[in-house]
């Protein structure tokens, strides 16, 4: 009758090593940052909540009087805390520059098959953005947002509809100078220079491969490093939007931030502000795998995560302002002449039929962008 205590003490003890072994684990691949193993890149997302356990952890072995499982575990929690509070904002609002040019701006992931993109259309309308960046868009979804009205309220566009992830529309109220297609390591993207009162702002739709295989973390890796390699129009700006597949404790996502751009919810948003997964139930968002990027010259006034009916992404919303500096207080180019393409305003889209890359007749792009530099069909021009 005394042994089972003893066995029962022992196999705690055990089981509390194992677990502060797994946890020193965690803390290792989030300090070595791998870019080419799936496993530990996903780790790398969710690792801050991985260390939760260190708290019950240090109470249970400083009550049993077991010093050295106290001291590890207590150096895990500070880790833990340490790890969050970086990640915790508590952004100030700050007020638009005098004489700025305001941009209220909407980027979220519909998700492939999302059941209720009428009941995510009205809502996107509802937000009163000027600019809306959307990823993973179909042929099918776009017929959908077409129906429901959204794309009436947003006379300029630059609309890539794809079977699978890879689509991606920006819908805009102010002018877009040029829009298109752009090949982003490999990989189809969308770009827009808007015009607004005190400048041009380059927008880059982003929506990189999810790092889930070694070949696509590689192709996730090249990606980024191509999203940090980008410049904005000069005079102007440049705002990368949309799903990065990455958080800030990813090296090559930490490497694009160096470069010079800056996170819009770091700055101005409260909060973790994680956007995936948006599943509901006893699931939280764990990670912020959306992002948007500015420039030095871009002004964040406000920055906040919201639900995303229908997806599994939460989408962001931010207030940005364009100072006229950023601009050297020139006046923005005319826009380009819009062009109607072969299609029927009301058509649907037949761009999904197509493989990427390539434009093809029929595209409805506004404005219509120029040719690749091969000049050939079939060559999407690259950023």
Known sequence: ?????????????????GLAGGMSVIGLIRLFRSESQPQLIGLQGIGMWLLIPAYPLALAAGLTRRRALTAVAVV???????????????????????????????????????????????????????????????????????????LDDYPHQVLD??????GGVILSKLPIISGRPIDVAGFPMTRADIATATGTIRLINVHTVAPVTESQARRWRAQLHALAQMQPPVPGALVLAGDFNATQDHAPMAALLAGGMR?????????????????????FPLMRLDHVLVSDS???????????PGSD???????????????????PSAPEQLSVSAQ?????SRVG?????????????????AAGPSGRRGACPPA
Request: proline fraction near 9%; hydrophobic fraction near 45%.
């Open 313 to 331: 992404h939460r989408r962001l919303a931010v207030d940005l302002a364009l100072p006229p500096a950023a601009s050297g207080s020139a006046t």
């Open 76 to 150: 895990l929690a500070v880790g833990q805390v340490v790890w969050m509070s970086k990640l915790y904002e508590t952004g100030q609002g700050v007020a638009a520059p005098s004489g700025s040019a305001t941009l209220h701006l909407v980027t979220a992931n519909t998700l492939l098959d999302n059941p209720e993109m009428a009941l995510l259309a009205a809502d996107l309308a509802g937000t009163g953005a000027d600019v809306i960046l959307l990823q993973e868009i179909t042929p099918e979804h776009l017929t959908e947002l077409r129906a429901a009205g959204l």
């Open 344 to 348: 029927s305003a009301a058509a649907p």
């Open 161 to 166: 509809p794809l079977p699978g992830y890879q």
């Open 353 to 369: 039929r197509r493989r990427f890359p390539g434009p093809r007749p029929g595209r409805r792009i506004r404005p219509r962008p």
């Open 263 to 283: 996170d819009a919810f770091n700055e101005a948003g409260h909060g973790i502000g994680a956007t995936w997964p948006q599943w509901g139930g006893p699931i």
């Open 1 to 17: 009758m005394v042994v089972w205590p003893a066995v029962g003490k022992r196999t705690a003890l055990a089981c509390g090593w």
């Open 298 to 308: 871009v002004v964040v006034l406000s920055a906040q995560a919201q639900a995303n």
